[in-house]
């Protein structure tokens, strides 16, 4: 059963210092959930949720991005309030009061995915990075709550892969699109963004590229010819 969304405020991130896991996790979104409903009517679609921003009474706003045009599918459902359209197939929405937002058992572990996620077909393929027995509480109570889920993979990491603010500028650089062909943002836009020089921004980019590089060398070889 969907609920409405609660404020991050309402919802206590679980982190931990030693031993992360990362789990990679579709799950199905229930009926009524703008998301799941939109890409359900539209299955060959493939929606980006670059951003998303809960709010107070249940609402919240985000900002997709589609593989096809989704103005008719967003404006003409219950749980979307207003859309704004960004040209290329990029999207903002006002979410109305119950119309989507983190699920019963996200919000029950204290876990937030990490954004961009993407929804296809009423599936949505989450990457939350938290604790082991966080990783397994929650399939429990998928599965308690007799949601549909695949677990895709998990993973180990030992210690977490980057600080907190390292954390905060590789989200703001895939949001904004630092990293997308074509770039959407340049380095010194984004530096801004961020309140830092650009010559600061490049050196935390370039750590991070190379944590997230080596992280991901052995699967980029053992997937490529």
Known sequence: MFEPVKSLATIVPTYCDIMVN???IEVRLPEG???GDVSRSRPEAVLRIEETMPLGRGRGTARISSSTDLITELETHAGVDEVR?????RYEVDIAPGGGGYIKPIREVGVIPQSPFEVRDGWVDWLIECAADKSRELVQLLRDDEIPYRVIST???GTR???SRQRVVFDSAMNEGYWDSPRRITLSALAELLNVSKSTL???LHKIEGVVLNSF???VR????
């Open 22 to 24: 990362q789990l990679r």
């Open 33 to 35: 959930h703008w998301s």
């Open 85 to 89: 359209e960004l040209g290329a197939n």
């Open 155 to 157: 993973r180990s990491t």
């Open 161 to 163: 892969m980057l600080t």
């Open 202 to 204: 490049s050196v935390q």
């Open 217 to 219: 060398a052995d699967d």
């Open 222 to 225: 053992r997937n490529s010819p």
